[in-house]
């Protein structure tokens, strides 16, 4: 099988075998250390390594017997046999849970931990809800959008279950989990009650950055705030929405980017005139 690494954006990988266990000596991984470089005989590996031959002896035959290196040639030296070992394999590990069934290798993103841990989705997505409700009777339409939000996040799963709940169907208590809400405090009622300890939050029909102190009046901005959930500090919040559903959209299309803080404020743009945003631009 192979282990994969990014490393730099980029992948590579290598075989590994599977073992039962790997050696708790020190000097047994120090020689399997030194075969990983090239294959030597034991008389070879004890003046590389400063220890005695009979010691690696010893370990040689235990290292073998678990299947971890094995001889990889003869060679007459001074009238005696001298066996080279290798490695059986360039890296090993072991496995102490079970394995899940993966179409794909999840990509990993700094950004979405917690929320996204070891390729599983450890968060609630909180839609807006299609029908009226909350003091303006408003209808959501960032759910359409939440597609967009779904393929992205799939991209970094192994798996899904179902995970999304409407602002009208979560308790409070629900609310206290890893949260990923789509759309704004009008639109949906959750993000209302997060909305005043957010550091980029609506202020009326505006949008307020309480780090620059910058008021955003653009019908197509949208915000993207990453925080601990204020209403339990152990989980986390993830909020994307808009002053009006074309900013809830910029705020998705802005998570495809990477991000190095966590929060932004985005504005919307329509680059080939067809009355739909399908750019953003990030203004802080």
Known sequence: MLVVNRKGGKMEALETDEVESLPHSKLASRIMRHLAKRPSYAKEIARALGEEEQKIYYHVRGLEK???????????????VARYYALSSPSFF??????S????????????????EHGRLNACIVLG???PHG?????????????????????????????????????????KGNLIIVGGPVTNRVAKIMNDSLPVRFAGKDVYSSATKKMYKSENTGIIVKT???????????????KRHAGTKAAILALYR??????????GI??????IVDDVKILE
């Open 270 to 275: 329509d680059s080939d005139g067809d009355g």
């Open 94 to 99: 072991v496995r102490f849970g079970e394995f």
């Open 101 to 116: 069934p993966a179409s794909v290798i999840p990509q990993e993103s700094a950004f979405l931990y917690p929320l996204i």
């Open 228 to 242: 601990k959930n204020p209403l339990n500090k152990e989980s986390t919040v993830l909020l994307l929405a808009g």
């Open 258 to 267: 990477s991000f190095a803080k966590n929060y932004a404020v985005v504005e």
């Open 129 to 131: 809800s299609p029908d």
């Open 135 to 175: 003091p303006e009777g408003a209808r959501a339409r960032d759910a359409y959008y939440a597609v967009d939000l779904a393929l992205f996040l799939g991209s970094h799963l192994m798996e899904s279950a179902p995970s999304v709940v409407l602002d009208t169907d979560i308790d409070r208590e629900g609310m």
């Open 66 to 80: 678990l299947k971890l290196i094995k001889k990889q040639r003869e060679r007459i030296m001074g009238g005696a």
